[in-house]
């Protein structure tokens, strides 16, 4: 099948639909106050195309002017251990290939700067974070001599400095237009060759294999795979220094430098692979969704009340998706912010861990496997052993 829009990110044309959703909330990660505002959330189409030349899978239907990233969004994963001890470790490694002591870091969406900081305070760098979601009084203290703040979308023409090293996680698969956001980066370097690159997006061959229709939702506009992230820095005259998978293989980690000429690594090349496992996912998906959906409804027909952990992305489409609202008695977060909020969709109350405590649910299914044990170790240490499955 083609389509009428070409590649974002090569400008190919040899495109395949792969998963379609006739209606989703235009934004999952945002706080609504009322069950009713939740279940009036707009909703809108997606359709997601492959593309067989570069890779790269792209919501051909998006329309960013749906999505307001300045509004009540909460995205951070940091009041998670879990999440605190990777995004500590990932600084040091930065600081261990990166001499950044009083060099200038640019963080593009930057999100509530809780990565931003830890990489000032392991390397002594001066960070600058641009997010128009960023919140001031979540990071007190933080916008003084280490690290500043442009409440904003990144514009290459609003930084007011030549950064020494670019970030960018978890914000490139949110752009529609990825090789406009190429060059935009390249503008804001400036042509200096001597400037780091770390980036870190969602995998998703993982999606694919698995059939996880829950990490597909209207804000991800943009999926890669290793070697379709690394084709993109390299169709923009970057050279990929270092790729690999983290996080229980769910996130691309990726250090480029502003130079051309380096071989590719040998984990850029997967485009066969991808386009079998491509080819395949809409019969995976199709199994997976029902599989889940039998799942939830069979326990709620036999009385057994069914709790979510994950009020985010993964738990707004779990539920949307499959049109599950009441099967779901409670949905648990140990986000604070997120706490007595409204999840779009559903209007699901997103309550505390201890709240379980009042409801006791039969079966608890967690959104993202890499909180298993410490989900588990919390639930025993309320003295509650329900059911614990993870998607």
């Known amino acids: 099948m083609s389509a009428s829009k070409p590649c974002p990110a090569c400008g190919g044309s040899h495109l395949s639909e792969i998963y379609r959703l006739d209606a989703i909330p235009v934004q999952s990660c945002i706080l609504l106050d009322t069950e009713a505002e939740a279940r009036a959330f707009p909703r809108a189409p997606l359709v997601l195309m492959f593309?067989?030349?570069?890779?790269?899978?792209?919501?051909?239907?998006?329309?960013?002017?749906?999505?307001?990233?300045?509004?009540?969004?909460?995205?951070?994963?940091?009041?998670?251990?879990?999440?605190?001890?990777?995004?500590?470790?990932?600084?040091?490694?930065?600081?261990?290939?990166?001499?950044?002591?009083?060099?200038?870091?640019?963080?593009?969406?930057?999100?509530?700067?809780?990565?931003?900081?830890?990489?000032?305070?392991?390397?002594?760098?001066?960070?600058?974070?641009?997010?128009?979601?960023?919140?001031?009084e979540r990071l007190p203290g933080a916008d003084g001599a280490e690290i500043t703040f442009q409440r904003e979308y990144f514009d290459p023409k609003t930084i007011a400095f030549s950064p020494d090293f670019v970030v960018c996680r978890h914000t490139l698969e949110h752009i529609p237009e990825v090789g406009t956001f190429m060059r935009d980066i390249a503008e804001v370097i400036n042509d200096r060759g001597d400037v780091g690159i770390f980036f870190e997006t969602p995998d998703v061959r993982r999606v694919l294999d698995e059939g996880a229709f829950w990490d597909i939702y209207y804000e991800h506009c943009s999926y890669f795979t290793l070697g379709s992230h690394a084709r993109l820095f390299r169709r923009a005259g970057m050279d990929v220094t270092k790729l690999y998978l983290a996080y229980d293989d769910q996130y691309i980690i990726q250090y480029a430098a502003p130079a051309a000429g380096r071989p590719p690594l040998e984990n850029e090349d997967d485009l066969d692979a991808v386009t079998a496992l491509a080819a395949a996912f809409p019969a995976k998906v199709a199994e997976i969704r029902a599989h889940w959906t039998d799942f939830v409804r069979s326990r709620h027909a036999a009385g057994r009340k069914v709790a979510i952990w994950g009020g985010g992305s993964k738990g707004v489409s779990f539920l949307t998706t499959n049109g599950l609202e009441d099967e779901v008695a409670r949905v648990i977060d140990i986000n604070p912010f997120k706490q007595g909020k409204y999840m779009p969709g559903t209007g699901h109350r997103v309550s505390a861990p201890e709240d379980l405590k009042d409801t006791v649910p039969d079966t608890v299914i967690v959104m993202n496997p890499v909180y298993l044990s410490e989900i588990g170790a919390q639930l025993a240490s309320m003295g509650l052993h329900p059911e614990l499955v993870a998607v």
Do not use: M, W
């Not at 999505?67 to 600084?91: C, I, K, M, P, W």
């Not at 040091?92 to 700067?113: H, P």
């Open 51 to 136: 593309c067989g030349t570069c890779g790269l899978v792209f919501n051909t239907v998006f329309d960013l002017a749906k999505v307001d990233y300045a509004s009540t969004t909460e995205e951070s994963q940091h009041f998670s251990g879990t999440f605190n001890r990777f995004a500590q470790e990932l600084a040091a490694e930065v600081a261990s290939l990166y001499d950044l002591q009083d060099r200038k870091v640019l963080e593009i969406g930057c999100g509530k700067g809780e990565f931003l900081q830890e990489l000032a305070r392991q390397t002594g760098t001066h960070g600058h974070g641009v997010d128009p979601g960023f919140i001031p």
